[in-house]
């Protein structure tokens, strides 16, 4: 398989403040990376789609504004939660596409917002 | 018709059981079902995938069970083992949009020893 590495694995932050969680694909270019959130015993939740170079596009509901994605490079996404409230506590994992149609999956950020 | 309608809920089988985990879809676009597998506070990881032109696949003690005409998938995993606990989920794509995943709601698995 191929390796998606994602940082931190767990972040505490106060509410009010930002916080960001990288993606990185590290034997592989990814041009198209996706950024679920998923909710204790829950299924995977698509917030958004990144291609590397262009804005990212965000699923009904996500706003945009608060979960800023930047995909700068063939290996690098990241997932900015801007003005985090606790109902933005959640687990947010990365995927990364490598060719063709196999997604791999990073290990997940849990944030919690105090 | 972008849902992906997975059963059961849980499951709880004896070691050396074989667990099956069922998958339907709607959207007749899906060409790519791929299962994950999920350990607490982890990212899923890609188990065994199918396309819709075979209608069974084995990677070792997993295998996908595919039926076109149905639009429905299932998952076995033989001889089961305490360390296969864990929540399977099924999912589907399609090239139209960019191979975004559509996730089915999950399985948590149970092994007893």
């Known amino acids: 398989g191929a390796v998606v590495s994602q940082h931190p694995s767990r972040v505490i932050c106060k509410s009010g403040t930002s916080v960001k969680i990288e993606c990185r694909s590290l034997d592989f270019q990814a041009t198209t990376m996706f950024w679920y959130r998923q909710f204790p015993k829950q299924s995977l939740m698509l917030m958004a789609t990144?291609?590397?170079?262009?804005?990212?596009?965000?699923e009904q509901g996500v706003e945009k504004d608060k979960f800023l994605i930047n995909h700068a490079s063939l290996t690098l996404s990241t997932l900015t939660v801007t003005s985090a409230h606790p109902e933005d506590s959640s687990f947010y994992i990365c995927?990364?596409?490598?060719?063709?149609?196999?997604?791999?999956f990073g290990s997940g950020t849990q944030l919690s917002v105090l | 018709q972008q849902q992906v309608k997975q059963s059961p809920q849980s499951l709880i089988v004896q070691k050396g059981g074989i667990p099956i985990i069922n998958c339907a879809y709607e959207?007749?676009?899906?060409?790519?079902f791929p299962w994950y597998q999920q350990f607490p506070g982890k990212g899923p990881a890609l188990l065994i995938a199918i396309r819709p032109d075979v209608s069974e696949k084995k990677e070792g003690r997993f295998t996908i069970s595919f039926n076109k005409s149905a639009k429905q998938f299932s998952l076995h995993i033989m001889d089961s083992q305490p360390g296969d606990s864990a929540t399977y989920f099924c999912?589907?794509?399609?090239?139209?949009?960019?191979?975004?995943?559509?996730f089915g709601s999950g399985t948590q698995l149970t092994v007893l020893p």
């Open positions: 999912a589907a794509s399609m090239n139209f949009v960019g191979r975004q995943l559509t």
């Open positions: 990144s291609n590397e170079g262009s804005k990212a596009t965000y």
């Open positions: 995927s990364a596409k490598k060719g063709g149609e196999k997604l791999f």
């Open positions: 959207n007749t676009a899906f060409d790519y």
